[in-house]
């Protein structure tokens, strides 16, 4: 069955340090990977998505993301925080059933320090 | 972009009595809506997915006659807590399919918090 892990839960950082959100994945097979942003009172928006080709996916906001496929992995990262970006991220990734309904990871809440 | 929303975005209601929320998508159809449901500190989980001229498709373990879902027409579908309970307290978002085919993007509205007391 697929899952998504997101093994951390809350992460605090300085504003202008670099970020890097961890997201492992289990998919029977090359899966398209997705991570969204939830900000207070609205709703998610997407960041970025892998489906094939370049590795390395760039995103809004100043956001990217690398598939690795040994590590079944596909961090986010971004080389210098805002304060704007305090959020909850989620990264997700399709159901196998082709309903192309979503299945979430448990979320990484963003905390930035001034 | 592609915008979805909800109303309300919050109501607060009493144990037994009903609650409606709409999910409609502003400027694209969608001949499929998904609803989720989120408790604090925890991921969405799918609840079910709302089809336009057809019942909706329940995920296991989601109550059928608790959570009632019509998809009234190609830019709106409703769920509807029946006699609700304070366990029902929770943040309910809906989604809609990208109508460009790009893939499984997904366009969310901004959610409902449903309180019950």
């Known amino acids: 069955a697929q899952s998504v892990t997101q093994p951390d839960i809350h992460i605090t950082v300085s504003e202008g340090a670099s970020l890097e959100l961890r997201c492992n994945y289990s998919?029977?097979?090359?899966?398209?990977l997705f991570w969204y942003v939830q900000s207070p009172g609205q709703g998610l928006q997407l960041l970025l998505k892998?489906?094939?080709?370049?590795?390395l996916v760039q995103g809004i906001k100043g956001f990217e993301a690398e598939f690795k496929r040994s590590q079944s992995s596909f961090n986010l990262r971004k080389p210098s925080v805002h304060w704007s970006d305090a959020a909850e991220y989620f990264c997700?990734?399709?159901?196998?059933?082709?309903?192309?309904?979503?299945?979430f990871g448990t979320g990484t809440r963003l905390t930035v320090i001034p | 972009g592609a915008v979805v929303s909800q109303h309300p975005s919050r109501v607060i209601c009493k144990s037994g009595t009903s609650v409606k929320i709409e999910c409609r998508s502003l400027?694209?159809?969608?001949?499929?809506m998904f609803w989720y449901r989120q408790f604090p500190k925890k991921s969405l989980m799918l609840m079910a997915t709302?089809?336009?001229?057809?019942?909706?498709?329940?995920e296991q373990g989601v109550e059928k006659d608790k959570f009632l879902i019509n998809h009234a027409s190609l830019t709106l579908s409703t769920l509807t807590v029946t006699s609700a309970h304070p366990e029902d307290s929770s943040f309910y978002i809906c989604?809609?399919?990208?109508?460009?085919?790009?893939?499984?993007?997904?366009?969310f509205g901004p959610g409902t918090r449903l309180t019950v007391l």
């Open positions: 989604s809609a399919p990208a109508p460009s085919g790009a893939g499984d993007t997904q366009y």
């Open positions: 998919y029977g097979a090359t899966p398209y």
């Open positions: 892998y489906f094939s080709g370049d590795t």
């Open positions: 997700a990734l399709p159901c196998p059933t082709g309903a192309n309904n979503l299945f």
């Open positions: 400027d694209f159809q969608a001949t499929t």
């Open positions: 709302s089809n336009e001229g057809s019942k909706a498709t329940y």
